[in-house]
């Protein structure tokens, strides 16, 4: 049988769980990252959920820096809500245009949000595309119905 080196034991964080929280410690708060690595079914290395306190002693032991406020800023970054907003559409619009691929996009994991470079958003086709999307209607098939004024 083969003996444990110094400093190692039988409770070690899978290795994708660690690059996982090193990836996503660059994006979200330990509480946030928690309750993401929950709702995906990573377990500790003793086989507990995952908590803030945690993700923070994972972190430190790991020497992985937090979220800082403004980091995904300097980087260039913006989220899925926030393209929304500057291309005044919907979520779901933008989310249909990263499915389609007009819109370029990562995320890290199912559950993780959607990062976006603030480079890609300054394309005039994509503020085109927009546009188009916004002041589409759904076509109906009956010409005698009434458009509902609110």
Not at 6 to 11: E, F, L
Not at 27 to 41: F, K, S, T, V
Not at 130 to 146: G, I, L, T, V, Y
Request: aromatic share 4%; glycine share 6%.
């Amino acid at each position: 049988m083969r003996k444990n080196r110094a400093g190692q034991h039988r409770w070690g964080t899978d290795a994708d769980v660690v690059e996982l929280v090193a990836v996503l410690a660059r994006q979200m708060p330990d509480q946030a990252i928690a309750a993401l690595l929950n709702r995906a079914g990573k377990k500790t290395g003793k086989g507990n959920g995952w908590t803030r306190s945690r993700v923070c002693f994972l972190r430190n032991h790991r020497r992985i820096p937090p979220c800082r406020e403004g980091e995904r800023a300097e980087r260039g970054e913006v989220t899925l809500e926030e393209t929304a907003k500057i291309l005044n559409v919907s979520e779901a619009t933008v989310r249909r245009m990263i499915q389609e691929k007009l819109l370029a996009a990562r995320q890290y994991c199912k559950g993780a949000p959607w990062v976006i470079q603030n480079s890609d958003l300054d394309r005039e086709d994509l503020q085109r595309i927009a546009d188009a999307r916004r002041s589409r209607r759904p076509p109906s098939e009956d010409p005698r119905q009434n458009s509902l004024a609110l």
